[in-house]
């Protein structure tokens, strides 16, 4: 039926890379998770991998390399799941809704993943920023444009610019992953937990879809509840 989602998984993207060099990628990973931080040295990336750190100059030029070369891994699988998503023969509403709980559950499942995306885009050289831009930023923006486009074509959405749209959702995950600490500091919160992730999916639904669905999608929407 047309209304039923495909289950059909799409393929991870697969990157041409040595073992060696994933080991080092997913030895990064796993200690910047451990750690709620992207401060990791070569020496511990190296010991935890089992790699001589000498290898990451080899594969990867430098740290930074290596820290790019992460976050376009991660980047990849979100944007293969983005296209894989803009395919289903369901409604833009439901696209929508999937994809705001997507995109909080990728940052909440790589919590490194917007502090590396700060420090690349702002920290680093202009060509990893540049990089950024393209394996990232554009793809997501584009996915928002044909996204909403389609939306605003059968009706559902009010006309709502791109740019502002991916600057709200993104920028509010942005506050509750890289803010996290100075909330912590101001009103005591904890760290994001599942329960956290799940409460704020069900926020962000809420406020976005209220302020961007026509009055006769939010008709059709209430009435289905």
Known sequence: M???????????????????????LVAASELMIERSSIDVS????????????ALVKYHFGNKDGLLLALLAR????????????????????AKLKLHIAGIIRAYHQFPYMNRLIHYLLHESSAEA??????????????????????????????????????????????????????MSRATGVGPVTDEVCRQYIKHMEALICGGMLTENTERVATAAE
């Open 74 to 93: 991660d980047a990849a699988t979100e944007v293969a799941h983005l296209e894989y998503l803009l395919a289903q023969p369901i409604t833009p509403t």
């Open 42 to 53: 070569l020496s511990d990336i190296a010991q935890k991998s089992g790699v001589n750190a």
């Open 2 to 24: 047309a209304s039923e989602l495909t289950t059909n998984i799409p393929p991870r993207p697969q990157a041409a890379r040595s073992t060696t060099a994933e080991k080092l």
């Open 129 to 182: 920023a540049d990089e950024v831009s393209k394996f990232f930023v554009a793809p997501l923006l584009d996915f928002h444009r044909r996204l909403l486009a389609e939306g605003i074509s059968c009706g559902e959405f009010r006309d709502i610019d791109p740019v502002l749209f991916y600057t709200s959702l993104i920028g509010a995950c942005d506050h509750l992953f890289f803010g996290r600490h100075a």
